[in-house]
């Protein structure tokens, strides 16, 4: 795992390839993820699901399971539902609540890369009601894919991927719906 791809170690173009999104988070569909997210209209998740499944299918070829990024308990609560869950469960895998988000992080959104990083480490863990079962069936020397609606900086899906690569994954794979560009500041 690197530290800080996209200061340096690894170009913009392969941090993107190794990390798939279905589309840019702008115009259309920054609108649709919005009323999805934002407004409860979890009647997108369908066909927002639909768009994750054909268009990651190498993402998804040969993956034991789908692993959705978790919120926090309190925001989970308050918006009622997870999407990323909401998404994971339309790709057509099986999907494992692996990871458990133990500290309610600030927002992300106008944070730079090197705080959104300081910001989500040590936030996720494995979860405590993950069955060792499952772990040994869908995690344990496995493919597994996380999934989540937007990427930016890819702080989130790493403290994620770190999580899950401990819990003995053999590959940790991205799948969103979108990815945000980057502004350097």
Known sequence: MLDAPLEGAVCGQCWTAAHFAAGNYDGALRDIIHAFKYEGRRSL???LGAMLRES?????R?????????????????RGFNQASDLAHRVGLPVVHALWRVHATSAQQGLTATARRRNVRGAFRLSPWLPRAAR???IEDRIVVLIDDVRTTGATLEACSEVLTNAGAREVRT?????????HR
């Open 136 to 138: 040994d069936r869908c």
């Open 56 to 60: 990651g299918a190498d993402v998804l």
């Open 45 to 47: 998740a369908v066909r």
């Open 62 to 78: 040969d993956a034991a399971c789908v692993v959705p990024v978790p919120l926090h308990p309190w925001k989970r609560l308050r």
């Open 175 to 183: 799948l969103t719906l979108a990815r945000a560009a980057l502004h």
